[in-house]
């Protein structure tokens, strides 16, 4: 029994074991797609892509490949193995750039690479468009990358040859030099004098340098155009044995980069003249700037434009024609301050505009934080002004409390604004300024660059503001201009005012003599007016004069009309007009100043006599028919001698020789006569008429006279803006430090000439001898010794140990700094002089060694430094000026070099 049972079991293991022998073939491990080689390609491109497969069966003529980009084609499938497939494509031109899904399909088996192939634009490298004429220097042509989609990075991210045609162009100067785009590198040419080529590479400056993913101009190179070169001819730049490292630092293969070669021409190059606007301010949007070229050849597809800074973004470009450009650009609220290059460049050329436009800070406008006691009347409100790159000479701005719980009048200037005229308007007063608002007007003289307060507003703060809490007081409609009068940007922080409780009657005491009685009730203060307006419109207003304390009370509207027919004028409290009759005195259809009415028009200038014309020929705003000298300006009228003549035109101002008076009749008709035959009645005199009622009634507009003011309804004469120790200037509204003196240096010019050459023609002002200006220009220097200016050759040079170290152990060590100018030198130790500076004007520690003299040998310009111990560390500079005597136009040679000492 046991044995059968053994062989049942036998029977059913046999029985498993052959069911899974025949169900064996049809397992299968999943179909998947490994990779695909290469991963991309570019448009415009036939290119062969491999496809590898993990448990496929692919197999010829049943297996398929599909891309879903509707810009490749498919041209044949061939199969390798079970797992790898051969398939050839045609990248359209218009292929939708990006990676999509990539399908091998075989009988009912289907492989999909997800994402498995991406059509991207090559990176290319592009040689521009170069021109000089004939035996000149330093003419550039750029070298473009397009990386629109990737990021190049690497030790050397870029490596390129470049050949130039024929023998008419030769490296000088710098020979290449980058650009903003590849700051974090230095530009690298070597000697290749086997092909005639000149190998360029980039070098990293930092530690992790990129470039990052963008178009245009990587760097320059600088050509010297040989004598010989053919006139209107053009030669070839080709671009050769090109490299460039993706993100990784890998070479991108050979089907990811292009080249575009670039030529030079043999003709006057392509230069900048101008730009129609050179400056801009930190947040600024939206600017308009016109470039205009010279031979340059700008185009709508190829032209970019760049400057030399971040935070200047160029938003849009539009070429008008070959030598003009449109450029929009933003300028970031933290872009650096500072004078940019601009850049335009097309395929073809790089046309830069040197130093040409500046981005400044704009003038910031700041309210200060104040508080005061509900009911207060002398409360102040701070303005101050920033203006760091311009003068001011005019600003107008409106200072605006919302909930109108401030009503501001007076202004006050500060020791910053000495010389300007202060002036607020309110609603009332014009009704373009908005009613919670004060209008500050500030002209008549200049602020230098600078910050500080400006000017203080005297604010009355209502009862009813709210206690315990603060509102903003805002600038709005701010203009300011400059020395030139040309509009700045302007940027505006506000304040707060915040609203006290008085607790004592002293709080509300002011010292002003118009209002007495002052207490504090509930929080607020408040007290009497000693010259409160009746209200009444018919006799005036009634006002008080702080300046002279006393009250008084307006000329009587209605005081000086006459009737417009037979008839008397009658006045209106209740509609506050003059009825039947007009505001002119004479009658000559000109209203008198300050009136509007409908029967006669403008302000006249000479209101108490007719005449219609209004003629003014000295133009001192007093008509001729009032003026008592109409040929010559004279705003005072002074007459001294009351003889009808006005001081400026009479030659004895004071009275004649025989004490004689003039009777001022001379000419009369006698008296008119009445209808009836009788002489009539003469006219009462007039009551004399104030002079003024407000001080800009008493302004003679003179810089040196200083602020008149108005007294009793009478001027009264400022007194000089500037100090003793300075003279003023009527002609530029300004005070000139310095008075002459006992201790006078000169009488005249001729005092002043110290027989220098270099120090130019002195001049004697205010008694002081002050220097010339130099004959020499820029780019020359001053010869005293020969009486000559000499030109002036600037030379970039490379140090061969970029870095010198201080000794630990001993004092001091010395040791050969070796230089090789980049452009060739002649150097001679005997005529040159050698300056060393440091990092900064407390530099110290290195200096020329006493022991041994500078040489030159093999091209090189050995330098002896001794480093001391605790000299400072940080970069240094050296420069070697050469006088070269022996040319056919003398001239002074400057080489410049960088060291670093650590």
Known sequence: MLKKTTDMLSGIKLELVLCLLMLLPSLTFAQECFNIEPGSGSPGNQLAVVVHGNNTHFKDSITWAHFDNPGIDVVNTSVVDNNTALVVINISDNATPGTDNVTLTTGQEKVVCENGFGVFEPITISAGYGAGLPGTDNNSVAVSIDNPNDVISGVMPVQVKICAAGDFLTLTGEKCVTTSRTSDYRCI??????????????????VQPVIEAGTGPIFFLKYGVSGEAPLGQCADLTLEDVIINDESGSPLPDDETASVDGVFCFVPPPSCLGISRETGWQGDQNILITVTGSNSSFDNETTMVSFDNNGITVTDISVLDNDTVNVF???????SKGVRDITVTTNQEAVTCSNIFEVLEPVKATIGSSAGYRGSRLNQVEVSLKNQDDNLKNIKMDICDVDDFLTCTECETTERTSGFACNTSTHDQDPEVPEECVRVNLQGGIIETGEGPVFSLNCALSGDAPAGECRKINVEDVEISDNNTQFLKAVSTPGEFCF?????PADCNEGLWCFDNETCVEGSCQSMEKCPDDGMFCN????????????????EPCAFCYPLEWGACSCNTETKVCSGCNVDDDCDAVCNPGWDAQHCDGADNCPSLYNPSQADTDNDTIGDACDNCPDVENF??????NDGTGNVCDETPFGSSSGGESSGTEGSTGGSESPGGSPAAPPPAPEPDPECVYKSDCDNRNFCD????CVSGRCQQGTSPCGLDETCDENSDICIPGMPGPESECSSDSDCNDGKFCNGEEKCVNEKCVDGKTPCGLEEVCMEEMDECWGLQK???LSIQRELLRPALRESRCTWLVLRSKGGDNFDNSLSTITIDGPDENSSGVVLSAERETFKAFGFILVPLCIEKEATKGQWIIEVQTSIIAAENPFVEKIKAVFEVN
Do not use: H, W
């Open 540 to 555: 005036g207003m009634e006002y008080c004069d702080e300046d002279n304390d006393e009250c008084r009370v307006s000329e």
């Open 189 to 206: 040419t070597l000697d290749d004098n086997e092909t005639g080529c000149t190998p360029v590479l980039l070098y990293p400056k930092t």
């Open 795 to 797: 030379t970039a040079a």
């Open 706 to 709: 200083g602020e008149e003011i």
């Open 500 to 504: 006290d409780n008085c607790t004592v």
């Open 636 to 641: 005072e009228q002074d007459d001294f001698d």
């Open 329 to 335: 650009i933003d300028i970031a609220d933290n872009a």
